[in-house]
């Protein structure tokens, strides 16, 4: 493979060579090394490149239990017992690309094309809503609709957050769609947007191009260099992603480092978010059915806890890809944001689940109530907080907030008083008692300051309040 990539159109340079590098001097570490690289790791200030090399070749179990002790503290220590919930909306399966893990590519024969009218995308908001949900990312295939263009997803936006039901609201819509052009970025930001998300699929150029075998997304570059232009154009909350499965997770992770380092460097911020996707089987996919390097769960869990504790700050996203008790799993381990009740074909929250319009099959098929419950019981807070990006706390704003741990004492009172409205207005019995006495007992655990902040914003949901947060 090329060392370091130089092209004239514009791209973001990953240091192959440099990677090769770190993977092979990593092996010869002993225990007191990896110990020595967990102890830094609790001083919450990240860990280079070489020093998750080492923990990534990690077997011993002792040695694993370790790690997992490390980044469940780490988790524990920014993110309290907060789990942020969203739910994905799929506006539209048309698609120019073949991406071969994907269902949605285009010469998928089996595949029933559809892109919701915005009638239809308000009714399936709408459901969203009538979940109980405030967040929706918008995700939608690589081909507009021909008479609307990129209009059709600023106005998908526009009717998402004029959705409104009774008290319901989404508060906060990100979108997953393809590389933009600058001025389409600016016109995404200008929509309200709150975090793009785009992911990188592989680093690996030559996996890129083995995969991803005709339409625009073919482009490498353009797609690696998407995140520049989105800050260029002011939208500096950006959620990253590889799709693993692909290539060797160990190389995905570094080049991945090598990215924030470069939006680090370049714009001064890195992601808000990372996401973790395993290749998923999909219909008329046969790669998805059989992923050229399929990551085991183990592997799985060791991926999610070295990234929580290298880059501390940026949150990690785990979708309904996963089964239950795989994504309760890697709750503990640094998992902030996770999506329920999700439906990944265009229509699917009126329609229900159809194998001949999804993207993907799902791992966690439990509707919102069911998990909401689920995660109170695990002794997590669920949380449909959106105050930071409505209080235009984003990019550097929110790192300034949250490097003190200062964030602790707008997060928690607002994920308990979001967690209030969701019990007062959409949860189940069972799930209100199982809610009630999960806000009791993390008032009980809080400091003197941020329970008082918490008991008010509560006491003003259950008597009436609404959308209150500080
Ligand atoms: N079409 C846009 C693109 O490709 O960037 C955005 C939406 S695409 C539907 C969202 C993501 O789904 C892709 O970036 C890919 O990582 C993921 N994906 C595709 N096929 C998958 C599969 N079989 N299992 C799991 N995730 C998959
Ligand atoms: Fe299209 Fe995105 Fe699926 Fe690729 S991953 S086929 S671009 S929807």
């Given at each position: 493979m090329n060392a370091v990539v130089t092209r004239n159109v514009e791209t973001v340079p990953i240091?192959?060579?440099k990677i090769e590098?770190?993977?092979?001097?990593s092996r010869r570490c002993d225990a007191s090394q990896v110990r020595e690289i967990l102890t830094k790791a609790l001083a919450l200030k990240g860990l280079e490149p070489e020093e998750m090399a080492v923990l990534m070749n990690l077997s011993d179990p002792g040695l694993l239990n370790e790690l997992f002790a490390t980044a469940r503290r780490v988790k524990e220590e920014i993110y309290g017992k907060r789990l942020v919930l969203f739910a994905p909306l799929y506006i539209s399966n048309l698609c120019g690309n073949e991406c071969l893990y994907c269902a949605f590519r285009a010469g998928n024969k089996a595949l029933r094309r559809r892109a919701l009218t915005q009638a239809e995308i308000a009714r399936e908001t709408e459901l969203i809503i009538r979940q109980g949900h405030k967040r929706i990312l918008l995700v939608a295939?690589?081909?507009?609709?021909?008479?609307?263009?990129?209009?059709?997803i600023l106005k998908a936006i526009a009717t998402i957050y004029d959705t409104k039901v009774g008290p319901g609201e989404v508060r906060r819509v990100n979108a997953n769609v393809a590389?933009?052009?600058?001025?389409?970025?600016?016109?995404?930001?200008a929509a309200g947007i709150g975090t793009y998300q785009l992911f990188q699929e592989t680093y690996h150029r030559e996996v890129y191009s083995r995969v991803h075998v005709a339409g625009r997304k073919r482009d490498y570059d353009w797609r690696i260099s998407a995140f520049d232009r989105a800050m260029e154009a002011g939208i500096d909350d950006v959620g990253m992603g590889?799709?693993?499965?692909?290539?060797?997770?160990r190389f995905e992770i570094l080049a991945?480092?090598?990215?924030?380092?470069?939006?680090?460097?370049?714009?001064?911020?890195?992601?808000?978010?990372?996401?973790v996707p395993r290749i998923e089987p999909a219909l008329g996919a046969p790669l998805a059915g059989r992923p050229p390097q399929s990551v085991s769960d183990i592997d799985f869990l060791k991926i999610v806890a070295i990234l929580r504790i290298s880059v501390p700050y940026?949150?990690?996203?785990?979708?309904?890809?996963e089964s239950p008790a795989i994504r309760r799993e890697t709750f503990a381990l640094?998992?902030?944001?996770?999506?329920?009740?999700?439906?990944?074909?265009?229509?699917?929250?009126?329609?229900?689940?159809?194998e001949a319009t999804e993207q993907f099959a799902l791992g966690d098929h439990r509707p919102l109530d069911e998990v909401v419950r689920d995660v109170a019981e695990l002794g997590y807070i669920p949380s449909f907080c959106t105050a930071c990006y409505r209080l235009g706390r984003t990019g550097q704003d929110f790192m300034d907030l949250a490097k003190p741990g200062e964030i602790k004492h707008h997060c928690d009172p607002n994920a308990l008083s979001t967690f209030q409205e969701y019990l007062c207005d959409y949860a189940s019995g069972p799930t209100r008692q199982a809610g009630e006495a999960r806000i009791q007992a993390a008032m009980g655990e809080m400091d003197p300051r941020g329970r008082q902040i918490a008991e008010k914003l509560v006491t003003k949901v259950r008597i009436g309040g609404r959308d209150v947060f500080v």
């Amino acid at each position: 493979m090329n060392a370091v990539v130089t092209r004239n159109v514009e791209t973001v340079p990953i240091n192959y060579e440099k990677i090769e590098h770190t993977l092979a001097q990593s092996r010869r570490c002993d225990a007191s090394q990896v110990r020595e690289i967990l102890t830094k790791a609790l001083a919450l200030k990240g860990l280079e490149p070489e020093e998750m090399a080492v923990l990534m070749n990690l077997s011993d179990p002792g040695l694993l239990n370790e790690l997992f002790a490390t980044a469940r503290r780490v988790k524990e220590e920014i993110y309290g017992k907060r789990l942020v919930l969203f739910a994905p909306l799929y506006i539209s399966n048309l698609c120019g690309n073949e991406c071969l893990y994907c269902a949605f590519r285009a010469g998928n024969k089996a595949l029933r094309r559809r892109a919701l009218t915005q009638a239809e995308i308000a009714r399936e908001t709408e459901l969203i809503i009538r979940q109980g949900h405030k967040r929706i990312l918008l995700v939608a295939g690589e081909a507009y609709p021909a008479e609307e263009g990129f209009d059709y997803i600023l106005k998908a936006i526009a009717t998402i957050y004029d959705t409104k039901v009774g008290p319901g609201e989404v508060r906060r819509v990100n979108a997953n769609v393809a590389p933009l052009t600058l001025d389409q970025f600016r016109q995404l930001k200008a929509a309200g947007i709150g975090t793009y998300q785009l992911f990188q699929e592989t680093y690996h150029r030559e996996v890129y191009s083995r995969v991803h075998v005709a339409g625009r997304k073919r482009d490498y570059d353009w797609r690696i260099s998407a995140f520049d232009r989105a800050m260029e154009a002011g939208i500096d909350d950006v959620g990253m992603g590889v799709l693993f499965g692909l290539a060797d997770w160990r190389f995905e992770i570094l080049a991945l480092m090598q990215h924030i380092r470069h939006l680090e460097e370049k714009f001064g911020v890195g992601p808000h978010t990372i996401s973790v996707p395993r290749i998923e089987p999909a219909l008329g996919a046969p790669l998805a059915g059989r992923p050229p390097q399929s990551v085991s769960d183990i592997d799985f869990l060791k991926i999610v806890a070295i990234l929580r504790i290298s880059v501390p700050y940026t949150g990690i996203i785990m979708s309904t890809r996963e089964s239950p008790a795989i994504r309760r799993e890697t709750f503990a381990l640094g998992v902030s944001q996770i999506s329920a009740g999700s439906r990944t074909n265009p229509g699917g929250y009126e329609e229900g689940e159809g194998e001949a319009t999804e993207q993907f099959a799902l791992g966690d098929h439990r509707p919102l109530d069911e998990v909401v419950r689920d995660v109170a019981e695990l002794g997590y807070i669920p949380s449909f907080c959106t105050a930071c990006y409505r209080l235009g706390r984003t990019g550097q704003d929110f790192m300034d907030l949250a490097k003190p741990g200062e964030i602790k004492h707008h997060c928690d009172p607002n994920a308990l008083s979001t967690f209030q409205e969701y019990l007062c207005d959409y949860a189940s019995g069972p799930t209100r008692q199982a809610g009630e006495a999960r806000i009791q007992a993390a008032m009980g655990e809080m400091d003197p300051r941020g329970r008082q902040i918490a008991e008010k914003l509560v006491t003003k949901v259950r008597i009436g309040g609404r959308d209150v947060f500080v």
